[in-house]
């Protein structure tokens, strides 16, 4: 065999082989769009969750013979759904806690509901509300109990769920995963070629 023929050989070799990583490649490319998609898909079920963590609107007050602390999650809707979250916690527990929110921006009924006992625990309080609107409310906590009964008010500003659809996280995501993919086919690419180089 003379050089031209060994070196005719090695370049159809080399051919072979990049067409045979450009045909795996291209499969693996199909392959990740078809885990995108159903991702994608996926997420369109996902129950969306409020905007951020509860927060305090009262801290340890002393009211009549209870310390009283109140946290809410303020969501509006447009559904009717009650998104409007309220915690209680009481010391002592007490039998009775009803929380009541009326919007102070505008005319509107007063909504008002029993708390019920976390997990059992009489001492932390929950009720969920209805805010059909953004805005400001007045809350006011009514509790009963054998050491007597005391009032606590307070306000809240209500807003929307602020986290973003599903889809689009998806769509802040894609980018990232995308220049991972690039990053992970050029090192492919690096590593393959230096074998080449060595053959």
Known sequence: MTNDENTYEAT????????????????????????????????QCVVEAHSGPPFPIVTDKT???????????????????AAGRFW????????????????TDRGGAERSARAEAVNGDKQREFVALL??????????????????????DSMIDATYDLRPRPILIILFVMPFVLIGFLWGKLLMKRRTQRRGERR
């Open 12 to 43: 159809e070799a080399r051919r072979a082989q990049r067409t045979l990583l450009k045909k795996r490649n291209s499969v693996s490319s199909v392959s990740l769009w078809l885990c995108t998609l159903v991702v994608i898909a996926a997420c």
């Open 63 to 81: 009211v009549g013979a209870y310390k009283v602390s109140v946290w809410t999650d303020p969501d509006a809707t447009d559904d009717r759904s």
């Open 88 to 103: 209680v916690t009481l010391e002592p527990a007490a039998d009775d806690v009803v929380v009541s929110i009326k919007p």
């Open 131 to 152: 805010l059909d609107h953004e805005g400001p409310y007045a809350v006011h906590v009514s509790i009963a109990g054998a050491r007597g009964s005391a009032e606590i």
